[in-house]
């Protein structure tokens, strides 16, 4: 009988310390996993998010990609689509480049908006001079289309459409749509509901304080004033599509 006792808690003995082995095995192995699944994480968010570009060293009338310098802003291009008062895709891809100096200019902008709960959104940006040539051949009329043998200020990168959104994408209502020709797009339009002349209002002076002006027909449209001399240019970036 003393012997059976013996054997049997010698068994048991085995069998807590397996247990305790099998326990310790399957925590290591959940620590593993942990660890892993937080290097692979870290991995994917700095693929993801690629280091932004510094101004340094660039001229002020450099063309630069406004992405690669803030995560910040929203895009809805129109014209690399249809939906454009045109009728017509006249970009191949939908990309916003500026000037250095503009870039500056908009990321400090939006920097001001940002502190009132918005942020820019764009329309349009820098437009390659064979483009207006395109917009012109579309719709010849420069009430609506600047003459691409003059050239605009979108063409020398120093003018944007832009309206606002709010930090979840939401648009600020504006009254219109974007490139609306029509006496409720003007600035000096004051019959319309206060929410909208507010939102109008701190879009311009907004973007006034930090060098740009605007035209009386579009509440949209933006040009900075130290890009007024500038010329006109063709550069085209290139489509990863």
């Keep these: 009988m003393k012997y059976s006792v013996v054997v049997l808690s010698l068994l048991l003995t085995i069998s807590c310390n397996q247990r305790k082995k099998t326990d310790q ?13 937080s290097v ?18 660039l001229a002020d009338t450099t ?5 690669d310098f803030s995560e910040d802003f929203a ?7 249809e939906n454009n008062f045109l009728k017509a895709k006249v970009y191949d891809c939908a ?20 502190e009132k709960g918005v942020k820019i959104k764009f329309y349009d940006c820098y437009r390659p001079n064979s483009v207006q040539y395109k917009m012109w051949e579309i719709v010849p009329n420069p009430q609506y289309v600047a003459n691409p043998d003059k050239g605009s200020i979108h063409n020398k990168g120093g003018a944007v459409d832009i309206t606002l959104v709010d930090m979840e994408g939401n648009e600020l209502d504006m009254g219109t749509d974007f490139d609306y020709f029509g006496k409720r797009a003007y600035h000096d339009n004051v019959d ?12 311009k002076e907004t973007m006034e304080a930090h060098g740009f002006w605007s035209i ?3 509440w949209w449209h933006y040009n900075l004033s130290a890009a007024s001399n500038d010329r006109v240019a063709n ?3 290139e489509c990863n599509d």
């Design 63 to 67: 063309f630069v990609r406004l992405a």
């Design 40 to 57: 692979s994480k870290d991995s994917t968010d700095k693929v993801a998010k690629p280091a932004l570009k510094s101004f340094e060293g």
């Design 75 to 81: 895009y809805d291009m129109r014209y690399a689509t």
């Design 192 to 203: 319309l509901p206060q929410k909208i002349l507010d939102n109008r209002k701190l879009l």
């Design 25 to 37: 095995n399957n925590t290591a192995d959940v620590e593993t996993k942990m660890v892993l699944d």
């Design 95 to 114: 990309e916003c480049y500026t000037r250095v100096k503009t870039a500056k200019a908009l990321i400090e902008a939006n920097k001001d908006f940002m």
């Design 235 to 237: 550069f085209k970036w």
């Design 216 to 218: 009386r027909t579009e």
